[in-house]
């Protein structure tokens, strides 16, 4: 699992979310760094901190098949660009780390082997 992060507190805990399914969980900082792991590494899977998407074209984003997001509840615009480009779910900051551990047993629920 690929996780766009700037926040050492969210990173700490979106890799401790992923201990508790036993998905090894690999932070970038910026989205240079995190579009090319993209590309060279093929994820199943990716949490995103969507102020660190910037308004360029983000049509690589697709190539994740299960992809969410999280960010400021107030940025009302960004969450909806986000959406266009197929990042879902979506939660606010205080929402990240109750949904990210069910989200991701979901998701081992329902595609086996999802790496």
């Not at 805990?13 to 508790?20: S, V």
């Not at 960010?71 to 990210?100: C, E, M």
């Amino acid at each position: 699992m690929l996780a766009l992060v700037s926040d050492l507190f969210f990173a700490d805990r979106i890799i401790r979310i992923g201990q508790t399914v036993n998905e090894d969980v690999h932070v970038y900082h910026s989205q240079e760094e995190f579009k090319s792991a993209v590309m060279k590494e093929h994820p199943a899977i990716a949490i995103v901190e969507l102020p660190l998407l910037d308004d360029s074209d983000l049509t690589w984003i697709a190539k994740i098949p299960h992809v969410a997001g999280y960010g400021p509840h107030v940025d009302r615009d960004r969450f909806a660009k986000a959406r266009a480009y197929g990042i879902h779910p979506l939660w606010a900051n205080s929402a990240l780390t109750q949904k990210l551990g069910p989200w991701l047993l979901s998701l081992r629920n329902n595609e086996a082997g999802f790496h």
